[in-house]
């Protein structure tokens, strides 16, 4: 009779210095002796007690995102809206209000006008613009404990006053959160008195798109034992493998950015010349109106550029997008591939309403050769003046 015998690895792994980090795949963690299984708990915050709480690959991770973003500590979630939803419910409770800046991220906003409700919490939209610091005061009350900022805002790049918004904030007795996708690698949001950072890391961290995940990132240890207890608690975490691959992209983070960016400029010199361009939006641009607040704050630019267009005719714009042979319609910038993505302003955006039918383009310039996207760009434009 053959045996039927579970194969059994080494008890020691051979000794192997891999220059990259390696990937460690674990749900069971064990332990040496009773104790210390029975006391695994105290282990949540910098140790390993389970897969899911952390293992060597993540915390890894965690310590370089930290590192970037200028804060003290890092935790991982599976995406970047998981990011910013786990950070509002770990901090809010029951009967408290929380003020979001109008031009957040779209699933966000449905997050908190809809989702946050059933938890009791009241949501609502502030000025995302320069004047944001004046329509603050107005738009908080006693029960407001956070004020939720992006900046460059979702498609439109508006960039709130942060350190006056967060100073204004605190007075009143409310956190400052902050979705820092847009600025990752090229700002450093807490020496401006934001106190919880929140990043796609989908984007430009990973660089490649094909990894789903976030980070919430605070420089506060009080703050980060919240947050962490939070997570762990409602069984949020991510894998090592999805983890290894964005500690790899984030080893190319500087000069991806730096070449998206010069690329990126060079883009909007060439639109502002179009003249089926109304208007391009990019703030790391010297002569985009929202430059010198931009400067404030980030070091750097990337390659997204938003256009406002002379038409709205979405026959016209699908026209043009559809033809496309490079700029593929599609959300998710920062990888390699040159994206684009159209948004109707009136469905996300509530405090200064649109007319249905409001839209803006967004290009993602990627790493092709740029002979190749210049044409394609060419050539959608002849198709929208022709669809007009
Ligand atoms: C993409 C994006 C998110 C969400 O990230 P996912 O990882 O796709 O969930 C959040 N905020 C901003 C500004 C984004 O661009």
């Known amino acids: 009779m053959p045996q039927n015998k579970a194969a059994t690895l080494p008890n020691e792994p051979p000794k192997f ?22 006391s695994r708990k105290s282990q949540l915050f910098d ?63 449905e997050f908190c006008t809809h989702t946050l409700k059933r938890f009791g919490i009241s949501a609502s939209f502030f000025r995302a613009d320069a004047n944001s610091l004046s329509s603050l005061p107005s738009a908080m009350n006693a029960k407001t404990k956070m004020v939720v900022l992006e900046s460059p805002g979702s498609f439109t790049m508006e960039i709130q006053e942060i350190t006056d918004v967060c100073r204004e904030a605190h007075s009143m007795g409310a956190l400052v959160m902050l979705d820092n996708t847009w600025g990752f690698g090229n700002s450093k949001m807490f020496e401006h008195g934001v106190d919880i950072v929140a990043t796609a890391l989908s984007k430009y961290a990973c660089g490649h798109s094909d990894v789903c995940m976030g980070a919430v990132t605070v420089s506060d240890d009080a703050l980060y034992r919240k947050l962490k207890t939070f997570i762990s608690g409602i069984g949020s975490g991510v894998s090592s493998d999805d983890a290894y691959l964005v500690s790899r992209g984030l080893s190319s983070l500087e000069v991806r950015l730096q070449e998206h960016a010069r690329r990126g400029l060079e883009f909007t010199t060439w639109l502002r010349h179009r003249a089926e361009v109304k208007e391009v939006i990019n703030a790391a641009d010297p002569d985009d109106i929202r430059h010198a607040r931009f400067s404030r704050y980030f070091s750097g630019g990337n390659g997204l550029i938003s256009l406002i267009l002379k038409t709205n005719n979405l026959v016209a714009i699908s026209a043009m997008l559809d033809g496309f042979q490079h700029f593929k319609i599609g959300a998710s910038w920062g990888g390699t591939a040159s994206l684009v993505g159209l948004c109707d302003l009136s469905i996300v955006r509530t405090v200064e309403p649109q007319m249905p039918g409001t839209y803006i383009v967004r290009l993602h310039i990627g790493l092709e050769h740029r002979e190749l996207l210049y044409a394609d760009l060419e050539a959608g434009f002849i198709r929208l003046s022709e669809h007009s």
Do not use: M, W
């Open 47 to 109: 140790g390993f007690s389970y897969g899911l709480y952390g293992t060597p690959t993540t915390r890894a991770l965690e310590e370089q995102v930290a590192q970037i973003e200028g804060g003290l500590r890092s935790v991982l979630l599976p995406s970047g809206q998981a990011a910013l939803t786990h950070g509002i419910l770990a901090l809010l409770e029951e009967g408290d209000h929380i003020l979001v800046a109008d031009c957040v991220y779209g699933p966000l906003r």
């Open 17 to 38: 210095n891999a220059l990259n980090l390696p990937v460690h795949r674990a749900s069971t963690i064990v332990f040496d002796t009773t104790e210390k299984f029975l």
